[in-house]
């Protein structure tokens, strides 16, 4: 390494960086007056109805009514009650319970930030639409109000706000329904990060139970720090620092910690890697960090991406660590019939043979996978027993944590036990030891090439890109490598290789989702559904509908209120909290789709960052629906008391007695009429924008190939047309997984490091015995 940089000598001396990012101030008061007006409306204020109640007189007065729900005292009773029912098993003060339904979202200074900084991870073309809605809404209201009534929309009583809503959720216009989902996810998203009163009333410990503070700690990693030019003119723009390094690694996921492992166990100090992340690293006692600062600083854009046309929502992450720090544990290996699609339609035949298997059989192991240790929840339990009474088939996932139970319902905001054995817990200790060097905070903005090679190929020489530190401070910073890994994932690789100058008509194409749909159930028994491991169970029967290895798996969602909730339908503001208020009694579920049908990534023109054109197909859309289905005949089978799937229009399937109180001829009966129910659904469907998808696994935008012509790399992850570069990441798939691609993800950049080192070897470097 040169000179112009020195390593920290004590790891995370600088303070954690987990304020909430601040917001640009693109909305006029107005415009902000509008949307407060709609968040209040979708999570609005509930109050008694006072008998002798005054009208207030004020304007602040006046405006603060117009966002409050006066319920008469026999409805405002009955909320009361169905609180005290469903919040705890414990006595719930009175307190608790008024405050939680006098919570009013824009008057809590936490709910406004959150709202300023999911505005500011907006692309500039969602903000202009934004802008354009809320214009219109204050000042040309009946285009977009759907009412023959000319007020602005805060103007507007909550009973006409909620008539407008609801004409926007049923509009023939795609975008209006559209606007619908986004404010309403909006306001739910940002309600539950921020609530004051949702843990007391629900009993939700905001850290886990058995949380300590030595209960663990990360490697002590050392991040370098680079040093701006001194003495340069102010005026000139100073000069970029400059580093050498045999092979830099671009993000620091689960390809990208492999692939160091890999390398540094082959050369040890005899090579040296540069790991280049553009998220902060957060060592294992910073965690778990809360709803609201997790996501704005472990996620992609604070946890929330939408596709371009709304249809879907994208979460990835975005620290040390990637998706490797944020995922739940579940480790399965690909299925047979995607191996061999690979292997004989795709033309790779690798994927069937021993050698990628050993490289299955290696990441297995070095991260401890077992499923003998794992003693499923209640909502993990509901999938394995209820498949079972169905004679489905369902089975135990594995996790990727060295043999230890691990029972955190916590950990998709961080391992506080450091017991998750991915990049950082897992594979980047040891290549660490043997040398391996690593920055924080550096956005890549391009691969450097310089000269030809052999066939005309253009040669890899580096990296260029901007380091900002902890404190603020951004240096230009140019690494000049010998071989250039890319790992960014699957929505930043193709970026990057754009950035570059690559030009191949597959870069940025083949993305896959596993579009997901939602079944929540609420449940008699206390199920505390944050105890316990995240997704340690999957129903499998439903995997390969069409015989070609597309379908649908059914599994148990992360259960944190701010993964949950957001998806629970939205009808009315109150009745919205009190289903939200089930919290403790509920546990959400997940039709996982292996997705045929693609999307694909381009650059923002503005910001240069990632963009997402991608709308669930008819033909994939089919098996989410087959997989909700099934998810509410589950949920049923095991005697949910209330089945809630997140279809717009759906309402949910209600049980009048407990199912093991009913007698034979009311089972029966009921039974015809949750038949009836599922029926209704089956033909309502789950066409978007309204009906909610989502994606934590994103593929294949810089797909792997047998020929040029049909992807971005080859069989060992060299960019088609490039000497040194390579690129080990979800984002090489030929087609989607499948599985949570976790381990997938592994194996493949253990294969391409194993040809890395090879071609190393061949270029003089020495190999360990």
């Not at 795609?174 to 004051?196: E, P, W």
């Not at 709304?310 to 990835?316: D, L, P, R």
């Not at 599922?678 to 309502?684: H, I, S």
Request: with cysteine; net charge neutral.
């Amino acid at each position: 390494m040169s000179a112009t940089v020195s390593a920290e000598t004590a790891p995370l001396s600088a303070p954690v960086p987990i304020d909430l990012p601040q917001g640009d101030e693109f909305l006029s008061e107005s415009s902000w007056r509008v949307l407060m007006a709609l968040m209040d409306t979708i999570i609005p204020e509930i109050r008694l109805q006072e008998a002798s109640q005054t009208p207030p007189t004020t304007p602040a007065a006046k405006a603060r009514d117009l966002s409050t729900v006066h319920l008469p005292s026999n409805e405002y009773s009955a909320a009361a009650g169905t609180l005290r029912r469903a919040a705890s098993p414990g006595q719930i003060e009175t307190d608790a319970i008024e405050a939680y339904l006098a919570e009013r979202p824009s008057a809590n200074p936490a709910f406004v930030e959150i709202i300023h900084s999911m505005l500011h991870n907006l692309p500039p073309s969602k903000k202009r639409e934004l802008k354009i809605v809320l214009s219109v809404l204050n000042t040309r209201p009946g285009t977009l109000l759907l009412t023959t009534k000319p007020h602005a929309f805060p103007t507007l009583s909550i009973a006409d706000r909620v008539k407008v809503l609801h004409a926007w959720s049923t509009s023939p216009l795609a975008q209006i329904r559209g606007l619908f989902k986004s404010v309403t996810t909006i306001a739910k998203l940002a309600h539950v990060r921020s609530s004051t009163t949702f843990s007391s009333l629900t009993g939700f410990p905001v850290f886990p139970t058995a949380w300590t503070a030595d209960g663990g700690s990360s490697y002590p990693y050392e991040f370098l720090q680079f040093h701006p030019a001194t003495g340069a003119s102010t005026t000139a723009p100073a000069k970029p620092v400059e580093i050498t390094t045999d092979v830099v690694i671009l993000g620091s996921g689960c390809g990208s910690g492999v692939v160091a492992n890999r390398l540094s166990s082959a050369f040890s100090s005899s090579i040296n890697i540069l790991v280049l992340e553009k998220g902060r690293h957060f060592d294992a006692r910073h965690f778990p960090l809360s709803q609201a600062t997790g996501l704005a600083n472990l996620f992609e854009a604070g946890g929330v991406i939408e596709t371009d046309d709304g249809s879907m929502t994208v979460t990835a992450g975005s620290c040390f660590g990637g998706g490797g720090t944020v995922n739940w544990s579940a480790s399965l290996q690909p299925q047979d019939f995607v191996r061999a699609e690979w292997a004989r339609e795709r033309g790779m035949g690798f994927f069937e043979s021993q050698e990628f298997q050993g490289c299955l059989d290696r990441v297995w192991e070095k991260m401890g996978c077992d499923e003998k240790v794992v003693r499923p929840n209640h909502g993990n339990r509901v999938l394995l027993e209820g498949a079972e009474r169905l004679g489905y088939k369902a089975k135990v996932v594995p996790q990727n944590c060295g043999g230890s139970q691990h029972e955190c319902g916590y950990c998709t905001l961080g391992c506080w036990k450091g017991e998750k054995k991915g990049p950082v817990n897992g594979w980047f200790p040891e290549a660490a030891r043997q040398g391996v060097k690593f920055v924080e905070g550096m956005t890549v903005e391009r691969v450097v090439f310089g000269g030809k090679g052999k066939k005309g190929e253009k040669v890899a020489r580096g990296v260029e890109g901007k380091w900002v530190s902890r404190e603020g401070v951004e240096v230009k910073v140019v690494v000049k490598a010998k071989k250039v890994v890319v790992s960014c994932g699957t929505l930043w690789s193709p970026v990057v290789l754009m950035n570059s100058g690559i030009k191949n008509p597959q870069l940025g194409k083949n993305l896959y989702l596993h579009p997901t749909n939602f079944v929540s159930g609420i449940f008699d028994e206390d199920v505390q559904p944050w105890e316990g491991g995240s997704l340690t169970s999957v129903v499998g029967s439903f995997e390969n509908l069409d015989g070609k290895g597309h379908g649908v798996k059914l599994e148990r969602m992360s259960m944190m209120p701010s993964f949950c909730l957001p998806f629970l339908p939205w009808t009315s503001g109150p009745a919205y909290k009190l289903l939200a208020a089930h919290y403790r009694h509920l546990n959400t579920f997940i039709a996982i789709c292996r997705d045929r049908d693609t999307g694909h990534i381009y650059r923002d023109p503005a910001t240069g960052r990632p963009r997402i054109v991608y709308s669930p197909s008819d033909f994939d859309r089919a098996h989410n629906l087959r997989g909700v289905i099934e998810l509410c005949r589950i949920v049923y089978a095991q005697g949910g008391r209330e089945i809630h799937p997140s279809i717009a229009g759906m309402p949910p399937f209600i049980r009048r007695t407990a199912a093991m109180d009913a007698t034979e001829e009311e089972k029966e009966k009921e039974k015809a009429e949750f038949e009836s129910w599922l029926a209704r659904l089956q033909a309502l469907g789950n066409k978007p924008p309204v009906t909610p998808f989502a994606s934590a696994h994103q593929m294949g935008t810089c797909r792997m190939s047998a020929k040029p012509k049909d992807g971005v790399v080859d069989e060992k992850g060299r960019v088609w047309g490039t000497k040194g570069l390579y690129v080990a990441d979800a984002s090489v798939f030929p087609s989607a997984s499948g599985v949570n691609p976790m381990v997938t993800t592994m194996a493949i950049a253990d294969w391409i490091a194993r040809g890395v080192v090879e071609e190393l070897k061949g270029e003089g470097f020495t190999a360990r015995l």
